[in-house]
């Protein structure tokens, strides 16, 4: 009897569990970086979010996105509720603004946790469907083929990732600020974990998550990343755990610089309510950024120019 329940989960388990089929070889993806320290927009108004990202965005970014097809890639890790996943509401905000802001197609898509797949129930759980029509068209990692990347880590040497990478001009991570029982915290670079085929995460878990985590931007690193943080996620993670308001909002064009920012905020959060467990004031002592700042040259990234509304 066991033995038939064993194949029965098998059988029913999603295809790209089942076995892990590459369709070809690519190079890293390359974010557009410009020449200057990185840019990180911080707005902490509520009321004027989209008018501050406006002004900064025009500085900054919009020749980037203008006229390109994008994919945001948001967090649909599971179908827990912000800020463990996307925020329906905001997700629709923000594709507007970036309709508004004259882009090309847009395209939003995840591959959700082992556990939680596939992704397209997840979505339909927390009414994504509903909140992408008429601006955008909904995809998911699970059902699309796979490439794999050789990258130059110190725990990676390839990382299998979409191909639909390769098929649009420019990336957007949109994901959360929130705590994480494994990898400390799951803010800008623990996103691009989304992109990793879901049996490579199952190996990718049992060490070194937080290095591992940072080396997966060498295959895939987005152009932009926005960090949701309205509301926080301050102990437990990534599916539950204690919240609390935070409103803010985060934009940066390097992950790096975008989670040495986020993390301290996350910080003085934890601080705030007496939930500091082992998190440390100096971002580049948690294993995340440590191993960031040596994968990049911290002076890339840590001098970022620091926008304020």
């Known amino acids: 009897m066991k033995k038939i329940l064993r194949l029965v989960r098998k059988q029913m388990r999603p295809k790209v569990l089942k076995n892990k089929q590459v369709k070809g070889t690519a190079r890293p993806r390359q974010a557009l970086l410009k020449e200057r320290p990185p840019a990180v927009l911080r707005i902490s108004n509520s009321d004027h979010y989209w008018t501050a990202v406006e002004s900064a965005w025009q500085q900054l970014w919009a020749n980037w996105f203008k006229g390109q097809s994008i994919l945001v890639k948001i967090n649909l890790n599971s179908a827990d509720p912000y800020p463990a996943s996307t ?17 090309g197609e847009i395209l939003v898509g995840d591959c959700s946790a082992v556990n939680s797949l596939p992704t397209r129930r997840v979505a ?11 601006l955008a068209s909904l995809v998911f990692f699970d059902e699309l083929e796979w490439v794999e990347v050789a990258i130059p880590g110190q725990y990676l040497d390839k990382v299998t990732v979409p191909g639909l990478l390769y098929e ?4 957007i991570n949109l994901t959360n600020l929130k705590t994480h029982c494994l990898a400390d915290y799951s803010l800008a670079l623990k996103a691009a974990v989304g992109y990793m085929h879901p049996l490579e995460r199952i190996s990718m878990h049992k060490d070194n998550l937080q290095q591992k985590t940072v080396e997966i ?29 935070a409103d803010l909002l985060l934009i ?33 002592d948690m294993p995340q950024l440590e ?16 926008l304020q509304y």
């Not at 003085?268 to 082992?278: G, M, S, T, V």
């Not at 990049?296 to 840590?302: A, C, F, R, S």
């Open 87 to 103: 925020c329906p509401v905001f997700l629709r905000e923000f594709l507007h603004f970036l309709q508004k802001s004259g882009a």
């Open 124 to 134: 339909r759980r927390i009414g994504l469907d509903v909140a992408v029509a008429g």
């Open 168 to 171: 649009v001009d420019r990336v």
């Open 217 to 245: 931007n060498l295959a895939v690193m987005a152009d932009l990343t926005v960090i949701d943080g309205r509301m926080a996620m301050i102990s437990g993670g990534p599916a539950r755990g204690a919240t609390c308001p």
């Open 252 to 284: 940066g064009d390097h992950p790096a610089a975008v989670d040495y920012q986020a993390y301290q905020e996350l910080y003085r959060l934890k601080q705030q309510h007496n939930c500091l467990e082992h998190f440390r004031e100096n971002p580049l």
């Open 291 to 306: 191993h960031a700042a040596r994968v990049w040259p911290v002076n890339d990234w840590q001098q970022y120019q620091l």
